[in-house]
C-alpha cells in the first residue's frame, strides 16, 4: 500500500485544478482504481461503498475537465527533459555555495478563474508557462534542487528556459543587493522632496551598493587576497 500511494503522489504531484482538493481527489481515486484495474468501480472501491460514490461525483463535477486531469499528470512526469544544465547556487542561510546539475521541462497551461471569486463571470482564465527544475545526483547532505515556476515569459526553447531558471537562481542576490541599499546606504532615510531627486539619488547608491557587495562577495570567495586590491 506505501508503494502504490507513492507512485500515485509522484505521478499527480502537481495539480492543474482551480481547487486543489479536486487534486488531491484524482490521486485518491487513482490509487484506488490501479488496486483492481480490470474491475469495475464498485468492485475496485469495495472497501465502501462512499468511496464508489465518490469517484463518481468527481467524474460528475462540472468543475472538473478531463484536460485537468491529464494535464495534472503530464506536469508531473509527462512534459520531456529539454535538457541539463549546471549552474551555481548561492550560498544563503540554509545551505553553502554549490554547483547543481539540474534538468528542466517547461509546458503551458490555463488558469482557470477561482471559483468562489465573487465575479468569476468578469474573467478569462490566464495562460501561463511552467518550469519544472530538478536536481540530478545531489549530494547526499544537500537538499535535492526542485523547482516550480510560474512565468508569462517564452518558454519555447531550452535557451529561453535557461534564462528563466538563471533568473530564478539570484533571487537571493537581489534580495541581498536591495537589502544593502535599505541598510547599508539607507536610502528609504533620505529626505528628498520630488521623486526625480529620489530617482537620481536611488541610481547613485545602486552603483555604491553594487560596490558593497561586489567587496563582500569578493572576500567570501577569495579570503586569500589581500584588502588593498
Not at 36 to 64: D, F, M, T
Not at 162 to 188: D, N
Amino acid at each position: 500500500m506505501a508503494r502504490l500511494q507513492d507512485w500515485s503522489s509522484q505521478e499527480i504531484h502537481y495539480s492543474a485544478f482551480d481547487d486543489c482538493w479536486h487534486g488531491k481527489r484524482v490521486q485518491e481515486v487513482v490509487r484506488c482504481l490501479s488496486k483492481h484495474p480490470g474491475q469495475s468501480v464498485p468492485q475496485a472501491a469495495s472497501e465502501s461503498k462512499s468511496q464508489s460514490q465518490s469517484i463518481y461525483r468527481l467524474w460528475a463535477n462540472k468543475r472538473v475537465k478531463p484536460e485537468q486531469i491529464r494535464a495534472s499528470h503530464h506536469m508531473s512526469v509527462g512534459a520531456a527533459v529539454l535538457g541539463q544544465m549546471n549552474i551555481e547556487i548561492p550560498r544563503n542561510p540554509e545551505r553553502v555555495l554549490r554547483t547543481a546539475c539540474l534538468t528542466v521541462r517547461a509546458m503551458a497551461v490555463k488558469i482557470e478563474v477561482p471559483r468562489h471569486h465573487k465575479q468569476r463571470s468578469k474573467y478569462q482564465p490566464i495562460q501561463l508557462n511552467i518550469i519544472l527544475v530538478e536536481e540530478v545526483n545531489p549530494p547526499q547532505e544537500a537538499k535535492p534542487i526542485r523547482w516550480l515556476l510560474l512565468t508569462t515569459l517564452p518558454v519555447e526553447t531550452l535557451a529561453q528556459v535557461w534564462q528563466c531558471v538563471r533568473w530564478y537562481s539570484l533571487r537571493w542576490l537581489i534580495e541581498r543587493f536591495h537589502y544593502t541599499l535599505k541598510s547599508g546606504c539607507k536610502i528609504e532615510q533620505l529626505q528628498l522632496e520630488t521623486k526625480d531627486r529620489l530617482l537620481n539619488a536611488l541610481a547613485t547608491y545602486s552603483i555604491v551598493a553594487w560596490r558593497l557587495m561586489h567587496l563582500t562577495y569578493c572576500a567570501r570567495l577569495h579570503p586569500e587576497q589581500s584588502c588593498e586590491i
